[in-house]
């Protein structure tokens, strides 16, 4: 039996497939195989996989149903009892497997394994972000409160770090299916709400936002987050201790905070100031005083400010 199976999201990202795949081939550590899922794409990039020619890659066609439906069939496949994820335009340094292995023999009861990542940018310059409640580096070790680290603008997982056991999916389950944004997130506050998440301050991944057609830049998503509906259920179904409540509701906020400044982006500054009307954030209130008051401002300048502070705080919403 392999080490690890990598699962690795394929919708129509032929320019950047073969630089996923073969930042996985590089890897100091050799043990894995590769899941490529194909979601009806409309590109030539499963063909690009199939073209490489490596016996332990295999590519699944489906027909396209999102990527949580695809990082499900993913995992169905996997061979291995650990499930990795990377996303198709991202890519791995050549020891993220091998510090992931390191951490999942020093902490073995945890339900999540993930390294520190770096961010390439729109503008191609790299950046690494600084983690709320996490020791600098080179600390590795078992996240103090990962629900206070979820409230930071740089979140400590994303699906390109991600690592679970595949034990922790058929006791939770898998991805939600039919969520187009932060279904990830959801997933993995799911698992921190039972183990332990792992971590380890070496750049194990580079995150891409240099690249066309994310999530971010196509979906206008105004309505809750998942992640929101799960905290929201969370709170009034589980004994959570006190402190935990106040990080739960802080990402709840963070969130509203997310879906107001995709508002105001898109010129929907009404239904920006309903959200943040909302917001009850204590630990994001800089931010929340600061969006109402750039919709003070007439609405053919809104944009522009907005804008202009995005660019001066270089803050990853």
Request: aromatic residues 12%; contains cysteine; proline residues 4%.
């Given at each position: 039996?392999?080490?690890?199976?990598?699962?690795?999201?394929?919708?129509?990202?032929?320019?950047?497939?073969?630089?996923?795949?073969?930042?996985?081939?590089?890897?100091?550590?050799?043990?894995?195989?590769?899941?490529?899922?194909?979601?009806?794409?409309?590109?030539?990039?499963?063909?690009?996989?199939?073209?490489?020619?490596?016996?332990?890659?295999?590519?699944?066609?489906?027909?396209?149903?999102?990527?949580?439906?695809?990082r499900n069939i993913g995992i169905?496949?996997?061979?291995?009892?650990?499930?990795?994820?990377?996303?198709?335009?991202?890519?791995?340094?050549?020891?993220?497997?091998?510090?992931?292995?390191?951490?999942?023999?020093?902490?073995?009861?945890?339900?999540?394994?993930?390294?520190?990542?770096?961010?390439?940018?729109?503008?191609?310059?790299?950046?690494?972000?600084?983690?709320?409640?996490?020791?600098?580096?080179?600390?590795?070790?078992?996240?103090?409160?990962?629900?206070e680290s979820a409230i930071g603008?740089?979140?400590?997982?994303?699906?390109?770090?991600?690592?679970?056991?595949?034990?922790?999916?058929?006791?939770?389950?898998?991805?939600?299916?039919?969520?187009?944004?932060?279904?990830?997130?959801?997933?993995?506050?799911?698992?921190?709400?039972?183990?332990?998440?792992?971590?380890?301050?070496?750049?194990?991944?580079?995150?891409?936002?240099?690249?066309?057609?994310?999530?971010?830049?196509?979906?206008?998503?105004?309505?809750?987050?998942?992640?929101?509906?799960?905290?929201?259920?969370?709170?009034?179904?589980?004994?959570?201790?006190?402190?935990?409540?106040?990080?739960?509701?802080?990402?709840?906020?963070?969130?509203?905070?997310?879906?107001?400044?995709?508002?105001?982006?898109?010129?929907?500054?009404?239904?920006?100031?309903?959200?943040?009307?909302?917001?009850?954030?204590?630990?994001?209130?800089?931010?929340?005083?600061?969006?109402?008051?750039?919709?003070?401002?007439p609405p053919k300048a809104v944009?522009?400010?907005?804008?202009?502070?995005?660019?001066?705080?270089?803050?990853?919403?």
């Open positions: 039996m392999v080490k690890i199976t990598v699962v690795i999201p394929l919708y129509n990202k032929a320019r950047y497939i073969m630089r996923a795949v073969s930042s996985v081939l590089r890897q100091s550590v050799q043990d894995f195989e590769i899941i490529v899922i194909d979601d009806g794409s409309t590109d030539n990039g499963a063909q690009i996989v199939e073209m490489i020619g490596d016996h332990r890659i295999r590519v699944i066609h489906q027909p396209n149903q999102g990527v949580s439906a695809a169905q496949e996997a061979k291995a009892d650990i499930i990795a994820f990377l996303d198709a335009d991202d890519e791995w340094t050549s020891k993220f497997l091998e510090i992931i292995l390191r951490l999942r023999n020093k902490y073995p009861r945890a339900g999540l394994y993930a390294t520190a990542y770096e961010i390439v940018g729109l503008d191609g310059r790299v950046s690494l972000p600084r983690y709320r409640g996490i020791p600098g580096s080179p600390w590795e070790g078992v996240i103090p409160s990962y629900f603008d740089y979140q400590p997982i994303n699906s390109s770090v991600a690592v679970v056991p595949r034990r922790i999916f058929e006791k939770l389950g898998g991805f939600a299916v039919g969520e187009k944004l932060g279904e990830d997130l959801d997933m993995w506050l799911r698992i921190a709400l039972d183990y332990p998440v792992a971590f380890s301050q070496f750049v194990g991944s580079r995150y891409h936002c240099d690249v066309d057609g994310q999530a971010t830049q196509q979906e206008k998503r105004y309505e809750e987050f998942r992640i929101e509906k799960t905290i929201e259920d969370v709170l009034l179904n589980r004994d959570i201790p006190h402190k935990q409540q106040t990080f739960l509701r802080e990402i709840i906020n963070a969130r509203k905070l997310v879906r107001a400044s995709y508002c105001i982006k898109s010129g929907l500054f009404d239904q920006a100031k309903n959200i943040l009307g909302t917001c009850s954030t204590r630990f994001l209130w800089r931010r929340k005083l600061w969006y109402r008051f750039i919709l003070m401002f944009g522009t400010i907005y804008d202009h502070f995005l660019e001066s705080s270089r803050t990853k919403l």
